[in-house]
T-cell receptor, first 113, second 113 residues
Framework: AQSVSQHNHHVILSEAASLELGCNYS??????LFWYVQYPGQHLQLLLK??????LVKGIKGFEAEFIKSKFSFNLRKPSVQWSDTAEYFC???????????FGRGTSLIVHP | DAGVTQSPTHLIKTRGQHVTLRCSPI?????VSWYQQVLGQGPQFIFQ???????GRGNFPDRFSARQFPNYSSELNVNALLLGDSALYLC????????????FGEGSRLTVL
């Protein structure tokens, strides 16, 4: 069975610091990749996605992620975080043909003003 | 536009009881998925329905069942509740079955005593 690993469970940063959250998956075939975000008191929402093409994808609010196939990774980055980025971040992987994303356990990000 | 709506938002049950959770997808979305999210973990897939047919089932016991209605709304039913069923139950809709891009509701928080 496919698995998705998010190695950083809790991250605490100060505003303006750079962010990188790791995501690795186990499936070796074609994948669709997602990052979802859950702000405090809100529902899960899509941050960005990769289906094919340019492995560097840009999402909302200045976030980007890079798909590195050889490393089975899809890390999320932001050059300068804001207090409003405080949230739970989930990586999800949808292996080709399954249509059903598998989620990682999430990373809690706290940004101090 | 209305997003995915779920009801009830919170409920408390006792062991052995039955619960029904309801979900209305975004207008025009034909696929509904159900996820269970336990505190500190990512969403775990329970069911996916597309065009009123079950298209996927996660590793959950037969006490869990679901259905999708002609208007694409959906119900999740859990029988013989156990303490371990306490969780946030998320419904997500998508336009198609096969993109993996999900639009989530705010969830139904179930507490089993």
């Amino acid at each position: 069975a496919q698995s998705v690993s998010q190695h950083n469970h809790h991250v605490i940063l100060s505003e303006a610091a750079s962010l990188e959250l790791g995501c690795n998956y186990s499936y070796g075939g074609t994948v669709n990749l997602f990052w979802y975000v859950q702000y405090p008191g809100q529902h899960l929402q899509l941050l960005l996605k990769y289906f094919s093409g340019d492995p560097l994808v840009k999402g909302i609010k200045g976030f980007e992620a890079e798909f590195i196939k050889s490393k089975f990774s899809f890390n999320l980055r932001k050059p300068s975080v804001q207090w409003s980025d405080t949230a739970e971040y989930f990586c999800a992987v949808n292996e080709g043909g399954s249509y059903i994303p598998t989620f990682g356990r999430g990373t809690s990000l706290i940004v101090h003003p | 536009d209305a997003g995915v709506t779920q009801s009830p938002t919170h409920l408390i049950k006792t062991r052995g009881q039955h619960v029904t959770l309801r979900c209305s997808p975004i207008s025009g979305h034909k696929s509904v998925s159900w996820y269970q999210q336990v505190l500190g973990q990512g969403p775990q897939f329970i069911f996916q329905y597309y065009e009123k047919e079950e298209r996927g089932r996660g590793n959950f016991p037969d006490r869990f069942s679901a259905r999708q209605f002609p208007n694409y709304s959906s119900e999740l039913n859990v029988n013989a509740l156990l303490l371990g069923d306490s969780a946030l139950y998320l419904c997500a809709s998508s336009l198609w079955q096969d993109t993996g891009e999900l639009f989530f509701g705010e969830g139904s928080r179930l507490t089993v005593l």
